[in-house]
Nanobody, 126 residues
């Protein structure tokens, strides 16, 4: 059974950092495109970043502040988030797909992902 579990969310002050982790089971992350998304109340799910065996990508809203890492040995994909802003407050999800090319903007389309984690809340507030 393929499963994704996010962890690492919490409350952080503006300008702070958090590192989210996406732990996969039932499949190897290096054979899939792994994307990170977020969804704030009343807003659509937003694609933030993607990593595959050949490429990575970032949305303009997080480029230069967020970094995606894959650890094949641990079978995890982390999202390091720096310089956090209030507008980064959302539930963050990781997702996996065999049909996504991270080098194109396809990675931002949630419908292209087959497997999703349950999400982890990130709140940026003073």
């Amino acid at each position: 059974q393929l499963q994704l579990v996010e962890s690492g969310g919490g409350l952080v002050q503006p300008g702070g950092s958090l590192r989210l982790s996406c732990a996969a089971s039932g499949f190897a992350v290096d054979y899939y495109a792994i994307g990170w998304f977020r969804q704030a109340p009343g807003k659509e799910r937003e694609g933030l970043s993607c990593i595959s065996s050949t490429s990575g990508n970032y949305a303009d809203s997080v480029k230069g502040r967020f970094t995606i890492y894959r650890d094949n040995a641990k079978n995890t994909v982390d999202l390091q988030m720096n310089s956090l802003k209030a507008e980064d407050t959302a539930v963050y999800y990781c997702a996996a797909s065999r049909d996504v090319s991270c080098y194109s903007n396809d990675y931002r389309e949630a419908m292209r992902y087959h497997y999703w984690g349950q999400g982890t809340q990130v709140t940026v507030s003073s």
